[in-house]
């Protein structure tokens, strides 16, 4: 499989072509590395589009890569359960630097940033626990 038949690369790339910084493929899986400003927009796009219905984030998870600017990268993975589509997003942060909130389209991510917080320091801004803290 190619980025040329995937409905997600494409249909991101069709309603944010500014957004995907690179496309990967592991296992016929799109790997999109996004402009953090661009997450929470294209996170939308994922659940909402009707040909899409990415309507389950299955897995949260931070990567610590020390010596590189932008040390920490957030990794996502939302799945849609009627079309059987997988994806794989990632951004990057800087130490001290938020990350955006995908809880209010995603109800899983709420534990699953606030365990990126417990291991990495890493804020979400517009978690409704996290911003308290």
Not at 24 to 49: F, I, N, Q, T, Y
Request: glycine share 4%; hydrophobic share 40%.
């Amino acid at each position: 499989m190619t980025d040329e038949t995937s409905p997600v690369v494409d249909r991101v790339r069709e309603k944010f072509p500014d957004a995907v910084v690179e496309v990967a493929w592991h296992r016929d899986m799109p790997s999109l590395r996004l402009k953090k400003e661009a997450l929470v927009e294209v996170c939308r796009l994922l659940r909402g589009d009707p040909a899409l219905r990415m309507d389950y984030l299955s897995n949260l998870c931070g990567v610590d890569v020390p010596g590189r600017d932008e040390r920490f990268e957030i990794v996502y993975h939302p799945y849609s359960i009627p079309k059987n589509l997988f994806a794989q997003l990632k951004i990057r942060v800087k130490e001290n630097e938020e990350a955006p909130s995908v809880t209010g389209i995603w109800a899983t991510a709420n534990w699953q940033e606030r365990e990126v917080f417990d291991m990495y320091g890493v804020r979400f801004a517009g978690h409704p626990a996290l911003t308290r803290i």
